[in-house]
């Protein structure tokens, strides 16, 4: 995995872009969990919510590659 991308001529980290497409697949998924009212049962849901983002976030980051030297 390259550690930066050039987009329009401006080095970008690649972890960036993998924070970014997290961040909506994020927003999607805590859509769908309000909607099916899976935050009454957790006990803290600003905390869940946290932790499914660095879930979500570490395991992509962990997918593509990113904790190999």
């Given at each position: 995995m390259p550690r930066e991308i050039?987009?329009?001529?401006?080095?970008?980290?690649?972890?960036l872009l993998v924070v970014i497409a997290v961040s909506l697949?994020?927003?999607?998924?805590?859509?769908?969990l309000s909607r099916?009212?899976?935050?009454?049962?957790?006990?803290?849901?600003?905390?869940?919510?946290?932790a499914l983002f660095v879930a979500l976030l570490c395991?992509?980051?962990?997918?593509l590659g990113f904790g190999t030297p």
């Open positions: 050039a987009l329009f001529s401006v080095l970008m980290p690649t972890l697949l994020f927003v999607g998924l805590d859509l769908l099916w009212g899976v935050y009454r049962l957790v006990w803290h849901p600003a905390l869940f919510r946290a395991g992509t980051a962990l997918a």
